[in-house]
Structures are given as structure tokens and as C-alpha cells.
């Protein structure tokens, strides 16, 4: 009964989004109050039923019902619960579902928290049901999470033994709600495209989803490249793969929309570049789909190959963003003007920073897209990796990061430079200090690697300097401190948070060491000024795994007489092996262990030291808290 319910539900919430998409536009021509309240209880009803068909799905996984052939393909009886509710989404089909649920709860909070009662509103409603329509046609004619198996097996197949991870559990779900949460912005454009609402009103109201979406999506992506790091036994955090890639265009694009919403808001100024930027920004996060699920790509990240399910996500791809460009296009024309404003000004610096993270975004594409195009044609097959990314960014984040903290200093409309030069005096020489203690305790590989470090920590005393500059009508500096509106802190731990994590790209990459030995049980290995001694391996069995585990135990340093446990584990449902990372974390540095293959009568043991990696990551939340602040900070005023 699951599988028919569940496709039930479905079919009757394609129903509602096609009445949510259609009826509205028919009652605006008659009466603009009809089509708004119609229109929220259809997104409403949307969620409600795709809701129903996703705890119906879950359901199946937990109780291990294998006459759904998506369950029998990537769960099994013995795995642990929480790796039964992951494998939900764990594969192309139950995904899917999750896209669509957050679709549908997206339109369903717009509706639910919109307080105005106008046209607009429910132009984006009918947006957003256009986007249900689209992705619940594509679940159900080619995707279908209900479709049986019968006669249903007695066991399953299992979940990819990768993906059997508490981070996994996240990563998907926190990435879907960045992905989705710009088709918001999305919607919004096109809402004001098809009406006469002024820039500032509805620029006011986009920003708050678009800080949602982006808060989403910094959080998924931070997550993913930590369970990378971990899990795939390689102890990279950022491989260039080209579905990495297709997460990371849109998080530039959004961020730069994130920015130049705020000017439209603000100064009613960058009006079109921000409408231009929602349908791109949206473009690039449904392009990261058709990526992933159309086979054109061999990824840790992708799905099944299935020409069919491909070329349908690139139809829905191509009608959205053409749509989208049609109509802006046209409406081009009739848009009133950008206030004008100095190029010494903050809305000035927000238009560099645009300019910068529009030009980062172009080269990530192309440096994703070019091989698939070349491959397409037939003119062979090329691999575009880190090599060409770092050469590129490198130049790009030396200059943005120099005048990133620029911008929260100076005013609206007109500032000067001049009245904050003692303050960026005092910052650019902390930097250049803390510069020139690192080169000489570490050295540097090169004088792009010294520049980077500048202008990481420049970017860093800016965000403080930020901070100090709201205290400056306060005598009592510090006793006010804790008195700041949360606004006064989204800037500087956004900016602050890139730093942090600039530092932490930095000194892993330049500062790494590496140890590969073929070790002997009692034999010491040295690394990072550390002695580690090799014990020997152990069998051991878990919930649904065998491991060969190593243990390694500290002879020096912090950590002496503690033990490092790495393993090398064997999935008999799967009939797979993995490798799992025993990492011993600090905030200076991360030693990772990993137990490789035998040698003779030794084993292989591969040993790294990334110092202050963790600032990574660290900087990601630090960046999704400034977000949050702002958000938060939306969210007391109406929507």
C-alpha cells in the first residue's frame, strides 16, 4: 500500500500545483484578491501532499519494504537506522522527492509569512508553482520513488558504503534548501519583471530568501567538503571536481546577489543587474542537477547514468532560464533607471565586488563546461583541474580581498577614503607584521603565496576594523560591545569568515607534510615534530562491516600515550571496501592516518599533517553565521 499511496499523493499534488499555476493568473484578471488567498492554500496543499509522499518513502526504508525497487536498491535489513533514513535521499529517485519537498516548502513559507496582500505576491506563488509542476512531471514520469519490484527480495542491495555517513545524513538536505531556496530569487524576478513595483519594494522583500538560500547552501557545501576530507581517504578538502564545481557557481553567483540586492534596497540603484543575476544565479544551481543526474559526468557525487532523466532536466533547465531571459529582455526597456552614485561609495565597492565575483563564476564555468564540450563534439577528451582554478583565482582573490573591508566603511551615496586612513593604516600594518612574522617562522613557496597571505589578513583586521567603527560613538567601548544589534555583526563575521577560511587554504596547502612508510608492528614513524609508533592491526566487527583496524599510538608531542584507530572496512551486502581516516583534530593542525595495502609481511601506512585546516571550515561557519545575523535580523520585520 505504501507505493500506491505514495504515488497517490503525488499525482494529486501535480494537480494542485497546476491549479496553483494556473487559476491565479485567470482570477487576477477579475479580481487581484481572489488569486492570493487560492494561490497560498494551493502551496500550502503542494507541501502538505509531497510532505505525505516523502514520510510514505521513509516509511518503506525503515521498515526495509523491498517491493520498492528504490529501497531494495539502496537499503538493506542490517543497516543502522540512521543510514535507512539517509538512503532516502541517497539515491537519484528518493532525491529527487527531497527537491521537490523543499520546492513546495519554500512556496508553502512564502505564503504563509508574506503579510502583503497584493499582485506581486502572488505572481511569485504562481512562479513557484510553474517550478512544482516542472520537477513533480519529471518525478513521476521518470523518476518515480513508488515504482515496485515484484516479487518483492527478502534483501536489499544495500547503500554506496560512502555514503554510510552522519554527515551525509545533512549534506544533501542542507545543499537541496541553497540550491531551491534561489528559485525564490528567481521568482521574484520575474515577478517584478511582469509588474510595476518599485526597485526598493521588492528588493526588500527577495533579500531574506536569498540570505536563507545562501546561508543553505554555504552550510552544504562546508559540510560536503568536510565529509570529503574524511571519508574518502585522500585528505583533500576541495578536489576542482566538476560537481564540486557546480555547487560552488551558484554560492559566487548568489553571493554576489546577495550584494547587489542590498544596493537596490538601499540606493534603488543595480535594479536590472540584480534581476539579471536571480535568473542566472538559479540557472547555474539547476545546470548543478542536470550535472549530476545526466550521466555526462564520472563523479564520487553522481547518480546513475540515464540519458532520458537528462535531457528532461535540461529541458526544464533550458525553459526556466530562457524564460527567465525572454522576459527580462523584453521588459529591459520599460525598467526605470539606477539612481547614480559615486564610485567612492559603498554601493561603488559592492559594484567591484559584483564585478569580481561575476568574473570568478565565468571562470569556474569554464573551467567546468569546456570539457564536456570538447567531448560532446568529439574532439577528445581533456581534464581541467587544480592547476588551471588556482592559477586563475589566485590573481582574482588578492584584489578582492583588499577591498572587501572597504565597502561596510564607507557611506551610501558618497564616501571618503581619507576620513578612515589612520584606521586603515593601523589595519594594513597589523597585517603586514603578522605577514612578515609568518614568512620568517615559515616561509613561503612563492610571492603570490606572501600576497595571499597579506591580503587574507588584511581582510581579517578590516573585519574587526568594521566592528570598531560602530563602537566609536560609544566612550565605553567594550562595555557596549555586547550591546550591538545583531546586524552590526553580519559583515564582519562574513568577511571576517572568508579570512579565516583564506588562512586556512593557505597553510594546509603550503605547510602540509606527508609521510608514506611500509611499517612493521613496533616501528616508529616521525612527522611534524611528532613520534608515532605502528602496533599492529586488529579485526573488528561493526553493525554492518568487518574492519582491519590499525593502531597507532603517540610517543611525543600533546597527544602522547593517545591512540590513533584507522581502518580499512569490508561490506559484505555491498561486497565493497572502504578506507576510513582516523584524524586527530586540533584548531593548529589535523594529523590523518590512513592503513593502505600489505607490503611484504608490512602494511602501507600513509600519514598527513594539515596544519590549521580546520580554519576551513571554521571560516564556512563563521560566514553562515554573519548570514544568519542577517537573516535574523529580516525576520522581526515583515517579509
Not at 65 to 74: G, I, Q, T
Not at 290 to 303: I, N, Q
Request: charged share 10%.
Amino acid at each position: 500500500m505504501i507505493a500506491e499511496f505514495g504515488h497517490f499523493v503525488l499525482v494529486l499534488a501535480l494537480a494542485v500545483a497546476l491549479v496553483q499555476a494556473i487559476a491565479p493568473p485567470y482570477l487576477m484578471q477579475r479580481d487581484t484578491a481572489l488569486a492570493l488567498p487560492l494561490a497560498r492554500r494551493a502551496a500550502l496543499a503542494q507541501l502538505i501532499l509531497v510532505m505525505l509522499a516523502f514520510l510514505a518513502l521513509t516509511y518503506g526504508f525503515v521498515r526495509s519494504d523491498f517491493s520498492l525497487a528504490v529501497v531494495f536498491a539502496n537499503s538493506h535489513v542490517a543497516k543502522p537506522l540512521i543510514y535507512k533514513i539517509a538512503g532516502v535521499w541517497g539515491n537519484h529517485e528518493g532525491s529527487m522527492l527531497l527537491w521537490v519537498l523543499i520546492v513546495a516548502a519554500y512556496g508553502a513559507a512564502y505564503g504563509a509569512f508574506s503579510k502583503t496582500q497584493d499582485g506581486f505576491s502572488a505572481r511569485v506563488l504562481i512562479v513557484q508553482g510553474w517550478l512544482g509542476v516542472a520537477f513533480l512531471t519529471f518525478l513521476l514520469f521518470t523518476s518515480n520513488p513508488f515504482a515496485r519490484l515484484l516479487p518483492a527480495p527478502f534483501i536489499g542491495q544495500g547503500l554506496t558504503p560512502i555514503l554510510q555517513d552522519p554527515a551525509l545524513a545533512a549534506h544533501p538536505p542542507l545543499l537541496y534548501a541553497g540550491y531551491v531556496g534561489f528559485s525564490m530569487a528567481y521568482a521574484f524576478a520575474l515577478a517584478a519583471l511582469t509588474g510595476k513595483e518599485d526597485g526598493q519594494d521588492w528588493a526588500r522583500r527577495m533579500r531574506p530568501w536569498i540570505l536563507a538560500a545562501w546561508v543553505f547552501l554555504t552550510l552544504g557545501i562546508a559540510l560536503g567538503s568536510y565529509w570529503a576530507y574524511y571519508e574518502l581517504g585522500w585528505g583533500g578538502f576541495w578536489f576542482w571536481d566538476p560537481v564540486e564545481n557546480a555547487s560552488l557557481m551558484p554560492w559566487l553567483a548568489g553571493t554576489a546577489l546577495l550584494h547587489s540586492a542590498l544596493v537596490a534596497e538601499k540606493r534603488n540603484t543595480l535594479k536590472r543587474w540584480t534581476l539579471l543575476l536571480a535568473i542566472i544565479t538559479f540557472a547555474l544551481s539547476l545546470s548543478g542537477t542536470f550535472l549530476v543526474r545526466s550521466g555526462v559526468l564520472t563523479s564520487v557525487h553522481a547518480f546513475a547514468n540515464d540519458p532520458e532523466r537528462g535531457l528532461f532536466i535540461l529541458a526544464i533547465l533550458g525553459l526556466f532560464t530562457l524564460a527567465g531571459f525572454l522576459l527580462y529582455g523584453l521588459r529591459l526597456p520599460h525598467l526605470a533607471a539606477d539612481r547614480p552614485f559615486q564610485p567612492v561609495s559603498r554601493e561603488g565597492l559592492l559594484l567591484v565586488n559584483n564585478i569580481f565575483l561575476a568574473t570568478a563564476t565565468v571562470t569556474v564555468f569554464i573551467g567546468t563546461i569546456y570539457p564536456l564540450i570538447l567531448d560532446a563534439l568529439g574532439m577528445g577528451k581533456i581534464s581541467v583541474g587544480a592547476p588551471y582554478f588556482n592559477a586563475v583565482f589566485a590573481p582574482l582573490i588578492i584584489p578582492f580581498a583588499l577591498l572587501l573591508p572597504l565597502g561596510p566603511l564607507l557611506n551610501w551615496r558618497e564616501g571618503s577614503v581619507q576620513k578612515l586612513q589612520n584606521k586603515l593604516a593601523l589595519a594594513a600594518a597589523a597585517a603586514a607584521l603578522v605577514t612578515c612574522g609568518i614568512m620568517l617562522t615559515r616561509g613561503a613557496a612563492s610571492l603570490m603565496v606572501v600576497a595571499l597571505f597579506a591580503a587574507a589578513l588584511w581582510l581579517l583586521f578590516g573585519a574587526g576594523l568594521d566592528v570598531a567603527q560602530r563602537l566609536t560613538p560609544y566612550r565605553t567601548r567594550l562595555h557596549k560591545f555586547w550591546t550591538l544589534p545583531a546586524s552590526a555583526f553580519t559583515a564582519p563575521l562574513a568577511h571576517g569568515g572568508l579570512a579565516v577560511m583564506l588562512l586556512g587554504i593557505l597553510a594546509a596547502t603550503q605547510w602540509r607534510e606527508e609521510a608514506v612508510v611500509a611499517a612493521s608492528p613496533g616501528q616508529q614513524i616521525n612527522i611534524a615534530g611528532v613520534a608515532l609508533r605502528y602496533d599492529g592491526l586488529r579485526e573488528v566487527d561493526g553493525p554492518n562491516y568487518t574492519a582491519e583496524q590499525a593502531r597507532l599510538t603517540y610517543l611525543s608531542g600533546a597527544h602522547q600515550g593517545a591512540h590513533l584507530y584507522p581502518e580499512r572496512r569490508f561490506y559484505e551486502a555491498e561486497r565493497s571496501q572502504t578506507t576510513e581516516a582516523a584524524i586527530t583534530t586540533d584548531l593548529t593542525g589535523h594529523l590523518y592516518a590512513v592503513v593502505g595495502e600489505v607490503s611484504g609481511d608490512k602494511r602501507v601506512l600513509r600519514i598527513w599533517y594539515h596544519p590549521y585546516v580546520a580554519f576551513i571550515w571554521l571560516g564556512a561557519v563563521l560566514m553562515a553565521l554573519g548570514g544568519s545575523f542577517a537573516l535574523a535580523t529580516r525576520l522581526q520585520r515583515q517579509i
